[in-house]
């Protein structure tokens, strides 16, 4: 009695993956277009770490390399901290079997980090320098001309939420950068990417997680409240996240305090009207900021060029 219910369900659930796998490969081919991410003949090394996003990460940049106007490789690769418990076997067989060139890089960087911080502190930034490091160093012996990364639009978000409640900064997380060592770029494909579509990508797939339990249970992170508010604005506001990283590709300087970044102190009127002039200080609501149109690097067939949701 029960059939028609079960295949109905079976149908839709179908339905609602395709349209999200569609999205997913359609923002990230967006944004490896929008930033020249991934060129003709790059070797690109997928930082896993075995958790949902660089699982994401990994998967769709495979799918969009299957399809994609101009050749590229993938090599995976993963950092072996040396954490006790650690199942060193998931995924090598993971890789092996989805037939991923991969690398494994086995360093103790666990013990470090555990010998240095003091009980009770924060382990994120010594380990996160550590782990750069060595990513760096393999990208060079790989051959790498790529170093991507699995942050996503919340991560970029919440990183311009924190340097700015906490670092007096406006300063966010680029979605392309040149390493501090000057010897590498490095891309994080996911840049448009919202969480929540990669954990239920990550459910759908059923990739094999592998938590970080380096730092134990630590809930009081100021980057995990700063999480939890954006969370519960978006919850609230839904499409606030989106506008938020809108913002960031569209600066007005004179609008800022920055005087390296415009010339206050020398400011003269002109003479001549400003459309963007003060109309900062008008009490009229805000609309959305239409995004600029960025020319893709690729041929008309290129990245972002992927299916609308059905």
Known sequence: MNAPADAAGVRKAAHEANKLAKRLHREV???IADYRMIEPGDRVMVCLSGG???HALLDILLGLRARAPVAFDLVAVNLDQKQPGFPAHVLPEYLAGRGVAFHIENQDTYRIVKRLVPEGQTMCS???RLRRGILY???S???ATKIALGHHRDDIVVTTLMNMFFGGRLKGMPPKLVSDDGRHVVIRPLAYVAETDLERWAAHRQFPIIPCNLCGNQAHLQRVQVKKMLREWERQYPGRSDNMLRALAHVVPSHLMDRNLYPFAT???SGVPDPMGDIAFDDEPCAPAAAAPVASPMPERSFAREEEDS
């Open 29 to 31: 081919g967006r944004a």
């Open 52 to 54: 949902k996003d660089s």
């Open 126 to 128: 010594l380990c996160s």
């Open 137 to 139: 160093r393999v990208a």
């Open 141 to 143: 012996e790989l051959g």
């Open 267 to 269: 400011l003269q009127p």
